[in-house]
């Protein structure tokens, strides 16, 4: 396969609005890179930076770009809503693969490592669309596919934040500790820093690479509790078959009132699961490394959270 050799310095960001995406913006903007960000509407955060210019449009439509563009940064997707998700981590992918074969730029792909072993709409999603890069690869898409675990950071507090509710579960005693199971979480700069490294390298292009920090639920909580205020009241353990017990019950109880679920199947799946996904790949390919360990970057969080 070719290698990057990225000669031009413009690049295309979709999802540029986004968590991922404001963040690489900046970035690139940063460096001096003159950045091309497709948005709906004109948007306030890009205003007053002559390295950034706007593009009015839909990801969902066909895309026109300017033909010395050398690299465009996919991070646009959608978390919630089935049909949205269809047109935009689907369509959307397929019209970024389009534009991308058709000016003869890389591609660098943000996906999920949900897409390993889909289970929801959202994860699904992504699959489709990550076939699509593949499908293009084999056609000659000069392309990267990055897939983070569950991303989190300061300033992402938007309700169904699943690792925020954990924290604060954790914090105020409904936390409970079932298992040893394994959070497969990644800071958003990692995932930042990911995507740019894997534009800069001289590797052969259709690579997939993962970016995780994990830490066990266990170690979580202990650290969560130890940031001050310290809370000192322990976790209370339960075994898993009275767990599954819980969660069998809540189950029909929150289907028969229509509540919220706070113990669903898919929840104690994903707080038992033992398994830590690697991201030894793109360690060795390109020197990638975590700029802190874990646990400092939980901190920074949980002390912009609750200080």
């Not at 960001?13 to 004109?42: C, D, F, P």
């Not at 590797?203 to 205020?229: Q, S």
């Amino acid at each position: 396969m070719p290698v990057n050799n990225p000669i031009k310095k413009k690049k295309f960001i979709t999802g540029a609005t986004g968590y991922v995406g404001q963040r690489l913006v900046n970035s690139l903007a940063e460096k001096g890179h003159q950045v091309y960000v497709l948005t709906r509407k004109e948007s306030p955060v890009f205003f007053n930076n002559k390295n950034i210019n706007i593009i009015i449009g839909d990801i969902t439509d066909p895309i026109n770009l300017p033909l010395d563009i050398d690299t465009i940064y996919h991070c646009a997707g959608v978390i919630w809503e089935t049909e949205q998700m269809e047109k935009v981590n689907v369509l959307g992918t397929k019209n970024i693969v389009d534009v991308a074969i058709r000016n003869d730029c890389q591609l660098i792909h943000l996906s999920s490592a949900g897409v390993i072993n889909p289970h929801n709409a959202y994860e699904w999603s992504k699959y489709r669309g990550e076939k699509i890069v593949l499908d293009g690869i084999k056609l000659g898409l000069k392309a990267h596919i990055l897939r983070p675990t569950t991303i989190f950071g300061p300033g992402k507090n938007k309700e169904g934040n699943s690792f925020l509710e954990l924290i604060k579960s954790m914090r105020n005693g409904a936390y409970k500790n079932i298992g040893q199971g394994i959070y497969n979480i990644v800071y958003v700069d990692e995932v930042v820093k990911g995507m740019l490294e894997l534009a800069e390298a001289n590797i052969p292009y259709g690579g997939i690479y993962l970016v995780n920090n994990p830490i066990t639920f266990k170690d979580m909580d202990i650290l969560v509790k130890n940031i001050p205020p310290v809370i000192a009241k322990k976790t209370k353990t339960i075994p898993y078959p009275v767990a599954w017990f819980i969660a069998l019950i809540l189950t029909l109880i929150c289907f028969i009132t229509c509540r919220k679920n706070p113990l669903t199947f898919s929840r104690l799946k994903a707080l038992t699961n033992a398994t830590a996904y690697s991201q030894n790949k793109i360690i060795e390919v390109v020197h990638f490394k975590n700029t802190l360990p874990i646990e400092e970057y939980i901190k920074k969080v949980c002390l912009n959270l609750f200080m």
